[in-house]
């Protein structure tokens, strides 16, 4: 079964500064799609990124970037310059081609110092 | 706004009720997911409909079941509720099937079983 973990149950970082947050999954597939979701205290899931294992390169979507091993079955995330709005309990979830149900993690609290 | 709907945003049961939440799904979108987010288990996939008929099903209780509607909405009816039913319950919609397709969800609708 595929299993997605985030061991960083909590995380802070000041105001502009750069922050990681780490997942790794498990799976035998070789088609899969990776995710990470952000939930704000008004609990909406917001997609903030996603990336095709078929492609080598990291996805980017402005201050936010991935860093997809895939051989090592790591996915991070990382983000840049980081703002009070980025507060939130960010997920990583996992899907693969032909069954669409999202695998997530336990998710990671990031606290914004200002 | 991610353009999926969900009614109503606050749900107070008592034990042994049985409750409707709604769906809508974004403009386009023919596949709907229902997904559970508790603090004991953590985000969990319930159930999938694609154009009508049930695709995909998780950790979805007998006491559960759903649908979907030829005008794409699903319903997700709940019965016999018990204490570890209260959640927070979440919609999301995808354009199709194949796991590329990325899932927008709903602001989610929050059960409180008394």
């Known amino acids: 079964a595929q299993t997605v973990t985030q061991s960083q149950p909590e995380m802070s970082v000041q105001e502009a500064e750069t922050v990681t947050l780490s997942c790794t999954y498990d799976?035998?597939?070789?088609?899969?799609?990776l995710f990470w979701y952000k939930q704000p205290p008004s609990r909406q899931m917001i997609l903030v990124i996603r990336?095709?294992?078929?492609?080598?390169q990291n996805a980017t979507e402005n201050r936010f970037s991935v860093n997809f091993q895939k051989a090592a079955k790591s996915f991070s995330l990382k983000i840049s310059d980081s703002q009070l709005g980025d507060a939130a309990m960010y997920f990583c979830?996992?899907?693969?081609?032909?069954?669409?149900?999202?695998?997530f993690g336990t998710g990671t609290r990031l606290t914004i110092i200002p | 706004d991610s353009g999926v709907t969900q009614t109503p945003k606050h749900l107070i049961t008592a034990t042994g009720q049985r409750v409707t939440l709604r769906c809508s799904p974004r403009?386009?979108?023919?596949?709907v997911y229902w997904y559970q987010q508790s603090l004991d288990q953590g985000l969990q996939f319930l159930i999938q409909?694609?154009?009508?008929?049930?695709?995909a099903k998780g950790n979805i209780l007998e006491r559960f079941s759903a649908q979907q509607f030829p005008d794409l909405h699903s319903e997700l009816n709940l019965s016999s509720l018990e204490l570890g039913d209260s959640a927070l319950y979440f919609c999301?919609?995808?354009?199709?099937?194949?796991?590329?397709?990325?899932?927008?969800f709903g602001p989610g609708t929050r059960l409180l079983v008394l």
């Open positions: 999301a919609s995808s354009v199709g099937i194949g796991g590329r397709e990325t899932q927008y």
């Open positions: 799976t035998s597939e070789s088609d899969y799609y």
């Open positions: 990336q095709e294992a078929y492609k080598q």
């Open positions: 979830a996992y899907t693969t081609f032909g069954n669409e149900k999202l695998t």
């Open positions: 403009s386009g979108d023919l596949s």
């Open positions: 409909y694609y154009n009508g008929e049930e695709r």
